[in-house]
């Protein structure tokens, strides 16, 4: 886990990013991620029950309707980057594993080692506790 060759493939193959825990406020670190993806070339598909849309974009309110939003798009989910406590993250590594999502990332300060192995025993490839933007950035 966090192998920089997973990071690199990660980051060069994912095209379209559903960012869990978006937010709208300009004061968190997800509207910057979020927005920087986006910037970058990424598609971005916020995912956040509480909030319409971020950024213009439309926000859905779990996995499910983001998958079939992309999937509508004539696109999917690769990867999944998580803005979420820990404790929510096996509930997200089920929907990831169920709608066949192949990358995992869990941002700074989330950890679940055991959601975590569960996702990478159905071969999902995982990075946690790291910052996509920092190593995105680092690509360069």
């Given at each position: 886990m966090n192998e920089p060759a997973v990071m690199d493939e990660m980051?060069?193959?994912a095209k379209v990013i559903a960012v869990v825990g978006m937010?709208?406020?300009d004061s968190r670190a997800s509207y910057h991620?979020?927005?920087?993806?986006?910037q970058h070339g990424y598609k971005v598909?916020?995912?956040?029950?509480?909030?319409?849309?971020?950024?213009?974009?439309t926000c859905y309110p779990d996995l499910e309707s983001a998958q079939n939003a992309a999937r509508a798009d004539g696109a999917q989910?690769?990867?999944?980057?998580?803005?979420?406590a820990p404790e929510h993250v096996p509930p997200i590594v089920?929907?990831?594993?169920?709608?066949?999502?192949?990358y995992l990332w869990l941002q700074d300060g989330v950890v679940h080692h055991e959601a975590v192995a569960r996702a990478e025993a159905a071969g999902v490839k995982c990075?946690?506790?790291?910052?996509?933007?920092?190593?995105h950035a680092q690509m360069k």
């Amino acid at each position: 886990m966090n192998e920089p060759a997973v990071m690199d493939e990660m980051l060069r193959k994912a095209k379209v990013i559903a960012v869990v825990g978006m937010s709208d406020r300009d004061s968190r670190a997800s509207y910057h991620i979020g927005k920087y993806l986006s910037q970058h070339g990424y598609k971005v598909v916020p995912v956040n029950p509480t909030i319409q849309n971020v950024l213009g974009m439309t926000c859905y309110p779990d996995l499910e309707s983001a998958q079939n939003a992309a999937r509508a798009d004539g696109a999917q989910i690769d990867m999944v980057d998580v803005f979420r406590a820990p404790e929510h993250v096996p509930p997200i590594v089920d929907d990831v594993i169920r709608l066949g999502i192949k990358y995992l990332w869990l941002q700074d300060g989330v950890v679940h080692h055991e959601a975590v192995a569960r996702a990478e025993a159905a071969g999902v490839k995982c990075v946690q506790n790291d910052c996509i933007y920092r190593r995105h950035a680092q690509m360069k």
